[in-house]
């Protein structure tokens, strides 16, 4: 089920449009030259599973937590407030 | 300059001045300043501080080399407590829940942070005129524009209104303000400070960068910052810089330049002629100049900005209004997600958003987004390359002198191209640092990934020649 969505719709911006200085640089990509299109022998950015850090869950500490609730943006009768559900 | 660090620390060892009197003179002269330099001052927790390092000192207890230094954050920086508004319309009234890795650290080694400073918006831009706080303006002519993204932090720096900042650097966002206000800006190897608390722009990229006005100065704030963190896994253990290693830079027997950075049209003249000049003082001293060949600058700018709008896309998704940031509710909760972030961005931010998601989508990626991945790898291996060849590669920061402020905002693309000289680099995640001498706009020194060492041993080596 494919579905075409405009850039309005995948940036979540009213009214959006591609701009002609972005698609300037996207033509200049386009048509750089290039030795092959492959970009699987370069990246060792990949961490080691070994490396990877303790799936655990740290509590946030007093502090953090009153900071989260004044930063969030809807509170009524001490709730926290979101906007309304989607209906589809 | 020499370390304004080692000078402060003793003055205050001394008791030549108080932590207190230096914390409040700073925070006066940057509250008075006409730069627009300041997002929030960190007044009350400024203080406060200041006064503990005195109480330290009165009762004879030894200080760090640090302890009471103050000093500035770009405001993309948690620091628990604090507005952290990225200069944007959206986030104006958040506040840090935590702090920043590298902030912290600083912290720890009793570093005052007192001002939270003006940058574009989430990073976007190279000129700091994309920001809901005012353009900021150069500190040698204000009619200029500061440079960016962290502006603000190199004009403080510039201006002596803190005695260092910490930026980011994205596709040059220390290199080039830092050359515009002609103080040091330090982009390190991608990794060796942990980006935890750095709100994101584009992770692939995103460096913490300390600017100051001496390599020393530097130096010691990037010991203090460097370091493995498990909050940010792409960050590895790295080795001290010493003073007295990089007091000797004889190791460096060849360096390179990339030709077509100096043989194109855009370059001001004077800036090549004086970049020129440079290459025949190093050669003087029997060090071997090899001109290299390189990408040409619009395929870099190109490669930086589809890959930097991709990522940005992602990172800036989770702003919605949903559960932080100002929210603007409609009729729907897609109304709502869209009316917020239509409202809340800048052009600038939503142009990149937008180009972001173009890249990302089907019929698109292929021939953009891949594309453009590949030329990344091909550029890494170029400079890979380059480094058997040579030991540093000096350039220009950038191929012109700081624009009129107002005039970026009406070319975009003229301020993209701008960038041309300092997104290779990013690209390759190498160490570059621009040095406020050589061109009117300073030079970049970079050196091979993880080899920063060597940047500050070539940087010292042109302090004294140029």
Do not use: W
Request: glycine share 8%.
């Amino acid at each position: 089920m494919s579905k075409i969505m405009t850039v309005d719709i995948l940036s979540s911006i009213k009214g959006a449009q591609p701009s002609e200085t972005v698609n300037t640089l996207f033509e200049v990509i386009k048509n750089a030259n290039t030795s092959s299109n492959s970009f699987n022998d370069q990246h060792h950015n990949a961490v080691f599973l070994d490396e990877l850090r303790d799936d655990v869950v740290l509590d946030s500490s007093p502090i953090e937590k009153q900071l989260i609730i004044e930063n969030f943006p809807k509170e009524k009768n001490g709730f926290l407030v979101v906007s309304k559900v989607i209906e589809e | 300059m020499e370390s304004q660090i080692h000078q402060i620390h003793q003055q205050l060892v001394s008791e030549e001045i108080t932590c207190l009197s230096l914390v409040q003179e700073r925070l006066r002269l940057l509250n008075t300043n006409k730069h627009a330099t300041v997002n929030s001052l960190l007044e009350k927790s400024a203080i406060e501080l200041a006064k503990k390092v005195d109480a330290k000192i009165t009762s004879g207890q030894k200080i760090g080399l640090l302890e009471g230094i103050p000093f500035g954050i770009k405001d993309v920086y948690m620091l628990q407590g604090t507005y952290t508004s990225a200069s944007s319309n959206f986030l104006k009234k958040y506040k840090s829940p935590y702090t920043a890795t590298a902030i912290q650290k600083l912290i720890d080694a009793g570093a005052i942070p007192i001002v939270k400073e003006n940058c574009d918006s989430f990073g976007h831009g190279s000129s700091s005129e994309n920001t809901i706080f005012g353009a900021v303006k150069n500190a040698i002519n204000p009619a200029l524009v500061g440079g960016g993204s962290s502006g603000g932090s190199a004009v403080n720096v510039a201006k002596d209104l803190t005695v260092f900042s910490i930026g980011g650097d994205t596709g040059g966002s220390v290199r080039q303000p830092a050359g515009y206000n002609k103080v040091y800006g330090l982009k390190p190897t991608y990794g060796r400070i942990s980006r935890f608390g750095l709100m994101a722009y584009a992770s692939s990229t995103d460096c913490v960068g300390p600017i100051a006005k001496s390599i020393e100065d530097i130096r010691i704030v990037l010991n203090e910052i460097s370091g493995k963190d498990t909050k940010d896994q792409t960050t590895y253990s790295s080795e001290k810089i010493s003073k007295e290693a990089i007091s000797t830079a004889s190791e460096i027997k060849t360096v390179g330049y990339f030709k077509n950075f100096l043989e194109t049209e855009v370059i001001d003249p004077k800036i090549k002629l004086d970049f020129f000049a440079t290459i025949d003082k190093i050669k003087e001293k029997g060090i071997v100049v090899k001109a290299l060949d390189f990408f040409e600058p619009d395929t870099l700018v190109s490669t930086y900005y589809t890959l930097a709008m991709a990522e940005t896309a992602s990172n800036l998704s989770r702003l919605d209004g949903t559960n932080y940031g100002h929210r603007i509710e409609g009729d729907t909760l897609k109304d709502s997600y869209s009316i917020t972030r239509s409202e809340n961005f800048s052009e600038e931010t939503k142009r990149r958003i937008v180009g972001g998601n173009q890249v990302l989508s089907q019929g698109f990626s292929d021939e953009i987004y891949l594309k453009g991945l590949s030329v990344r790898d091909q550029i890494a291996k170029s400079f890979e390359n380059d480094f058997k060849e040579v030991d540093i590669i000096i350039s220009p920061v950038t191929p012109n002198t700081p624009p009129k402020i107002g005039a970026s905002l009406k070319d975009p693309l003229a301020m993209y191209l701008s960038d041309a000289y300092t997104v290779g680099f990013s690209l390759g995640q190498l160490p570059t640092l621009t040095v406020p001498q050589g061109t009117q706009t300073g030079l970049q020194v970079t050196a091979a990934k993880n080899n920063d060492e060597l940047v500050f041993k070539f940087a010292n080596f042109l302090k004294d020649i140029i």
